[in-house]
């Protein structure tokens, strides 16, 4: 099981990570400001969890660059960013990452768990950092799905 007791990096900034611009979407994600999920939507963790109690971070690892070779097998006249896509490998990473959570809920007591930390003002790579694991990017050989828990504000 991949869990871990965790100081979470609160940084609301990362929040407008979401409409910077890449390839194909100039003005960053098209959910954004659409899902309720997605910021500025979702609420911030500030407002969700009560901080002043234990979280965690739950993670699954994804093996991407086995994911890369596998496309390009199957695909040798795919382009390096086709072979990448995510619309072919984070269904399969994010049904790993529900997994995990069910495991970590199934051991402790009742928590609140959310898997858009980042929407929701949560600086991941720096969380991750603080407890040992190190993110990629971009990514090369692994993609982490990244999930939080903790108490519930009552505020």
């Not at 995510?86 to 069910?102: D, G, H, N, S, T």
Request: net charge positive.
């Amino acid at each position: 099981m991949s869990f871990s007791k965790a100081q979470l990096v609160i940084d609301l900034s990362v929040r407008n990570l979401c409409y910077h611009p890449y390839p194909n979407h100039l003005h960053g994600c098209p959910n954004y400001g659409k899902k309720k999920g997605c910021p500025p939507n979702c609420a911030k963790i500030t407002e969700v969890l009560d901080l002043s109690k234990p979280t965690w971070v739950i993670w699954n690892v994804f093996d991407f660059g086995a994911h890369v070779r596998r496309m390009a097998l199957a695909h040798p006249d795919w382009s390096d960013r086709q072979k990448a896509c995510c619309l072919y490998w984070q269904p399969v990473a994010r049904r790993a990452l529900k997994f995990e959570i069910m495991l970590f809920v199934a051991q402790k007591y009742p928590v609140r768990v959310m898997d858009n930390p980042e929407a929701m003002g949560v600086n991941v790579t720096e969380t991750m950092r603080l407890i040992g694991q190190e993110l990629e990017w971009p990514p090369k050989t692994k993609t982490y799905q990244v999930a939080i828990a903790g108490t519930r504000s009552l505020g």
